[in-house]
């Protein structure tokens, strides 16, 4: 158990798992809570009644409002730790004392959609990680995808106000396929780079263990001796980077709207971890004009061909909230909450947002004491001069509050930055006020195209496939605008495939990026593969031996899957009692299927699931008995991902493991 959780349990909850006379909030136990006290057993409620009044209020009460973006997350505790130290680049002490184990505590979510929409849109995820560190709470507020949508933070409530749902219907939910969103990213053309990695695989991941994280700015790293380096951070999954389908999405979203959470929440429960590494990029000061780009664009990213990046730390998340509205709900993050060894660039969007994320917290967190909620709260000692204020949770001992002060011996007192006092970097800075953009921010396509360059063929298809849907979904007028003014800028053979599904002349004029670099990180293709947390739903018929179910059990099991046994009711086979029905679960909620039909005929549920896991390139497996249910199926079992499993396991196994069966 980390140490900010042992802190929690120690200090703030409350188990209700206890016996316990039910009580009012003044602690009051109470003997009716079932009927409000009446005048007459079919008369009016009385005013006396506090009890009814106080858990009414409480209950009218209970919501705050949800996050303006990123409302819908799920929260896990963890540790970091670092390899070796790299006090070469830093003196943060988290990063420097590789014995350390820092308590994290980290927010996956989407940042279109409400809170209660699904799991699985096309969207950017969220990845927030706050570092307990002993020098105070270190935010990295990340997503999974190293670019954004804009140069500078003024433009971000505009850029929101055309994703988020359309201001007169409130359509479409937790979607960019609509008319204001393609509006604004075609005539705000810095979006380019990330408008590609939205329509790419990596907006719809398979799982929030299965993506990467990016801190995306430039910040920057600073050493004892006040020596600087540039630097991007990364987290790179252990069980690499995966997709869904896109179709398939829409049916997860169908069938399971909390697919990516209750996927890890239950591999947490189960003692599965999601383990990331850390990764940095790091540019000496001195080579910062050395790129074709500026450092300080956001919608730029570092080739890792060009600055490698070296993995440096690991964080293993495995333990789940308790409750999810004071843990997950009210942690509040901020890209400034920084330690000393960590800085900030001048990159516009970053100082930016420097300012928006307290701010926010006042009105969400209702009042300036958010940072005392228990989730919020640093591990370290701390004491300033601030009081009072709506919620104070803590009683200040002492007269004084003020600094500098006689009285109290000038207590609490600023340290030196030799003794751990925060140093801003002593950047020299000069210049005119203006309001204006360097002329090094204003290629807005090359790295969209070096992005398309670098995909594999299937990624560049679901590309293709996904503006045309998202194009499809709007008007006829912003269909034209993105393509004559984004798509073209691009790429011309995606501006003339697109404009052909959407019902669009192309542009007569070629006008695409003739850039011509690609960067194999890009493709998710070049990735790890792993059989950890994968899932497999085994479709069987009733007249199968108790022997073969828990033979194939334990040896998918012995491999690291997760089986369930699923038919058209449940019932037991011996004494294996199965898992789920085709009402309750379908193969779009697993990596694989394997049949162990015996002698039955399929039902046409399991036929259609099939056929789906065909369609949806996953690996597909049949057991004893089972080579007759190919009369019933449209494809063979000579075709590409469909194994005997009696025969080569192994063969199976793989295919799973690849995740996708992309030559089928
Ligand atoms: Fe932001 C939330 C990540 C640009 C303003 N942002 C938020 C969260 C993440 C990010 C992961 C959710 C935190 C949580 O789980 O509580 N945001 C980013 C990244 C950005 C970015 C990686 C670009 C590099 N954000 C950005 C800009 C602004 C904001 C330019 C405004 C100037 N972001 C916010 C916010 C939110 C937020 C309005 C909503 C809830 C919150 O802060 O706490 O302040």
Redesign the pocket.
């Known amino acids: 158990m980390s140490k900010k959780k042992d802190e929690l349990n120690q200090r703030d909850t409350i188990d209700n798992t206890e016996k316990a006379a039910l009580r009012t909030n003044q602690g009051l136990p109470v003997s009716e809570d079932e009927f409000s006290l009446k005048a007459g057993e079919r008369g009016p409620t009385l005013m006396e009644d506090f009890h009814f009044r106080e858990k009414m209020t409480h209950f009218d009460h209970e919501r705050i409002p949800e ?4 409302a819908r ?1 799920f929260g896990v505790h963890g540790e970091f730790e670092i390899y070796e130290s790299l006090e070469k680049y830093t003196k943060a002490d988290f990063l420097t004392d590789p014995g350390k184990k820092t308590p994290v505590f980290v ?1 996956f ?1 989407t940042v279109a959609g409400n809170r209660g929409s699904m799991d699985i849109p096309r969207d950017v995820r ?3 990680t706050k570092f307990y560190t002993d020098e105070g709470n270190y935010d990295l ?3 999974n995808m190293p670019v ?1 949508f804009m140069q500078d ?1 003024i433009k ?1 409530p505009d850029f929101v106000h055309a994703v988020k749902p359309e201001p007169h219907n409130e359509m479409p939910q937790a979607a960019s396929a609509h008319n204001t969103f393609w509006d604004w990213v075609s005539v705000n053309t810095e979006s380019a780079h990330m408008v590609m990695w939205l329509m790419s695989d990596r907006a719809i991941p398979r799982s929030f263990s299965m993506m990467e994280g990016f801190g ?2 430039t910040f920057r790293l600073v050493n004892a001796e006040g020596k600087s380096h540039f630097v991007k951070f990364h987290w790179k999954p252990k069980d690499g980077m995966h997709q869904v389908m896109w179709d398939e999405a829409q049916m997860i979203n169908g069938k399971n709207i909390d697919f990516n959470r209750q996927t890890l929440w239950e591999n947490i429960e189960k003692g599965n971890p999601a383990v990331f590494e850390l990764g940095l990029q790091v540019i000496d000061e001195e080579d910062e004009f050395n790129m074709d780009f500026d450092i300080l664009d ?1 919608t730029k990213l570092w080739p890792e061909e060009d600055v490698p990046v070296q993995i440096v730390g690991k964080m293993t998340l495995n333990q789940n909230v308790d409750n999810f509205f004071a843990e997950t709900e009210q ?3 901020h890209p400034g909450s920084v330690v000393p060894g960590i800085d900030f660039t001048n990159d516009p ?1 970053l100082q ?2 420097l300012f ?2 307290t701010d ?2 006042l009105i ?1 967190l209702g009042g300036p004491n958010f940072h005392q909620l228990p989730i919020n709260r640093p591990v370290c000692p701390f004491a300033n001069n601030q009081r009072d204020g709506y919620n104070q949770m803590y009683i200040h001992k002492g007269e004084t509050a003020h600094h500098k002060n006689h009285m109290n011996d000038n207590q609490p007192e600023p340290v030196s930055p030799e003794e751990g006092g925060y140093e801003h970097y002593h950047e020299k800075v000069e210049g005119r006020k203006v309001q204006a953009r360097s002329d090094s921010f204003k290629d807005h396509f090359s790295q969209a195209k070096m992005f398309l360059n670098s995909q594999s063929k299937h990624e560049k298809q679901h590309i293709y496939d996904a503006f045309s849907f998202e194009l499809g979904k709007c008007d006829m007028e912003i269909r034209k605008l993105a393509i004559s003014e984004l798509l073209n800028k691009i790429d011309r053979d995606l501006t003339e495939y697109v404009a052909d599904k959407v019902g669009v002349e192309a542009p007569p004029e070629v006008e695409e990026s003739t850039y011509e670099k690609s960067s194999p990180a890009l493709s998710m293709e070049n990735t790890k593969f792993s059989l950890e947390t994968r899932t497999v739903g085994v479709i069987v018929m009733p007249d199968v031996a108790e022997q073969t179910l828990k033979e194939t059990k334990s040896k998918l099991e012995e491999k690291g899957l997760q089986v369930s046994f699923i038919s058209d009711k449940i019932y037991k086979i011996g004494n294996t009692t199965l898992d789920a029905t085709f009402d309750t679960v379908h193969s779009v909620l697993f990596d694989s299927m394997i049949v162990i039909s015996g002698q039955k005929p399929l039902p046409a549920p399991a036929i259609e699931n099939l056929e789906i896991t065909y369609k949806h390139k996953k690996a597909i497996g049949y057991g004893i008995d089972s080579a007759s249910i190919f009369d019933v199926l449209s494809f063979t079992k000579d075709d590409k991902g469909v194994t005997d499993i009696e025969q080569d396991l192994d063969g199976f196994l793989e295919d799973v493991k690849q995740h996708r069966v992309w030559s089928r």
């Open positions: 996050r303006v973006v990123h997350g927010r979510s969220g990845f927030a507020v990340a997503n954004f933070a971000f995306v700015h956001p942690v509040a993050f969007l930016g947002r928006s994320y926010t917290q969400r």
